[in-house]
């Protein structure tokens, strides 16, 4: 139900954009958020936004270099990446709270991830 992309290959201090969709049943995404997972490391929160978009977190260690948006018109969630380190390699993955209708019509709400987009960062 949610489709990360736009990850890839980047030297130290470029950028990259990834971008969660939604898909198939799911009517709106609620809250969102990025995490990442380094090679032999526990899945970490990398940002977060809220269902109007108002409100965002950040990772302390992102701050600054990385933008969490979205455009709920299309049920799309975009991670924007600049000054990027070596550090910042690990696979993405966006999470949210999706809404979707039942084949009942009862509307349920349940938490999607995406499939993971690598970013590998070159020093």
């Known amino acids: 139900q949610l489709q990360a992309s736009g990850g890839g290959l980047v030297q130290a201090g470029g950028s990259l954009r990834l971008s969660c969709a939604a898909s198939?049943?799911?009517?709106?995404?609620?809250?969102m958020q990025w995490y990442r997972q380094a090679p032999g490391k526990e899945r970490e929160l990398v940002a977060a936004?809220?269902?109007?978009?108002?409100?965002?977190n950040y990772a302390d260690s992102v701050k600054g270099r990385f933008t969490i948006s979205r455009d709920n018109a299309r049920n799309t969630v975009l991670l924007q990446m600049n000054s990027l380190k070596p550090e910042d390699t690990a696979v993405y993955y966006c999470?949210?709270?999706?809404?979707?209708?039942?084949?009942?019509?009862?509307?349920?709400?349940?938490?999607?991830w995406g499939q993971g987009t690598q970013v590998t960062v070159s020093s």
């Open positions: 999470r949210a709270d999706t809404l979707y209708y039942n084949d009942y019509g009862a509307p349920v709400v349940a938490a999607s």
């Open positions: 198939g049943r799911v009517s709106s995404i609620n809250a």
């Open positions: 936004i809220s269902t109007s978009g108002g409100s965002t």
